[in-house]
Every structure is written in C-alpha cells, then in structure tokens.
T-cell receptor, first 114, second 112 residues
C-alpha cells in the first residue's frame, strides 16, 4: 500500500527516558514533517525536512531531534521525556511544490509519559 | 498573528440532515485553504483545497466555499451519514512556504 506509516502506534514510557518514533513514506515525496497534536486536538508543526535537509524548525525544545537517513524516512528522537510531551505525534509528507502542497498524514503515534 | 478559528467547536446532528462548519482566518500572505477530515485515532485526510481565486469546490457531499476578501470559509455537508462523524479541520497555507496554520477543528457527531 502507498502511504505514510509510523511506528509504534502507541508508546507508554516513564519520565526521563529516551524514545524514538519512526516514519516512512513510499509516495515518492520530497518533503516530510512532524506534527504534535495536543489534548485539545490542535495540530502544530514541529519540523519539516526537504530531501533530508531541515527547512522548518519551530520553537521545539532541543530534546527533540529529527533524523532523516533518506528522503523516505524521518524519525523523531526524544531525550529526557517530560509529562508535557504526552500527545499524539503525526508524520506527514508532501511533494516539494509549495503552491499545491497537499500533505498526507500518517496514522499517528500516541505518546504517554508517566 | 497568523490564526485560524473555527466554529462551532462541536456539533451534533441527525443522520440525513445538512450542516455547515465555519472557518475564519487572519493568515497573510495567503496561499490556499484546505479542509481536512480526521477520524478518531487516525491522521487528517484532505477533503478540498482552494486558492484565493476559487469561490467553491465540491468533493461528493462536501462543498467548501471561500471568500478571500472577508477571509472566511465554510464546509457544507449534505445528507449527513454516520461515517461523517469526525473532526473537521480548516488549514491555511502561507504563501511560498511549506507552512500550514491549523484551526482547532469542529467535532461533528452524526446520530441515527
């Protein structure tokens, strides 16, 4: 199936731990994103990569470090997890053309920090 | 400040009825506006995309309108079905960037 996939779907961990979320897209897109959706369902951009290069980095703590080994993958590593990191994280991808920048979203990863 | 506001926050309707969701934005410079549907436990899925020159666009029972002068958009759902129960998110794109500004969504529940 052509899609954006994320693993794991659910992640429960203790405060202070380090965890990673993986994202892969087989749509042939050049740009990938990470979004955070809080308890109020508000989606907020965290990072954007185009051809493995960082192009958007919103005011995200440096405990969050995205890594793009190739343009089909964008992983999110989080160090020293805090309670406030609990949220649903969505990966998305799009073609590089900005005017018709339709983004395709993955199913999300629900992170719970205890 | 670039913002997207939606109303109502939540809406309950009976199956078969029509409904209209509203979106007001203050994003500038404007590129395009889209409506997404997000089912519970899933990622958002695009319904329509409109540029400033488009007034209306349909996708099946979904019809979106855009007034770029007043910076308002609406999503009209005709003959609602149980599967329409979801959150509907209005998203505005900044011109010449990959950045999207998301609204907080309207949660629609359709009951039989």
């Amino acid at each position: 199936d052509t899609a954006v996939s994320q693993t794991p779907k659910y992640l429960v961990t203790q405060m202070g731990n380090d965890k990673s979320i993986k994202c892969e897209q087989n749509l042939g897109h050049d740009t990938m994103y990470w979004y955070k959706q809080d308890s109020k369902k508000f989606l907020k951009i965290m990072f954007s990569y185009n051809n493995k290069e960082l192009i958007i980095n919103e005011t995200v703590p440096n405990r969050f470090s995205p890594k793009s080994p190739d343009k089909a993958h964008l992983n999110l590593h989080i160090n020293s997890l805090e309670l406030g990191d609990s949220a649903v994280y969505f990966c998305a991808s799009s073609q590089a053309a900005r005017m018709w920048n339709e983004q395709f979203f993955g199913p999300g990863t629900r992170l719970t920090v205890l | 400040k670039n913002q997207v506001e939606q109303s109502p926050q939540s809406l309950i309707i009976l199956e078969g009825k029509n409904c209209t969701l509203q979106c007001n934005y203050t994003v500038s410079p404007f590129s395009n506006l889209r409506w997404y549907k997000q089912d519970t436990g899933r990622g958002p899925v695009s319904l329509t995309i409109m540029t400033f020159s488009e007034n209306t666009k349909s996708n099946g029972r979904y019809t979106a309108t855009l007034d770029a002068d007043t910076k308002q958009s609406s999503l009209h759902i005709t003959a609602s079905q149980l599967s329409d129960s979801a959150s509907y998110i209005c998203v505005v794109s900044l011109y010449n960037t990959d950045k999207l500004i998301f609204g907080t969504g309207t949660r629609l529940q359709v009951f039989p």
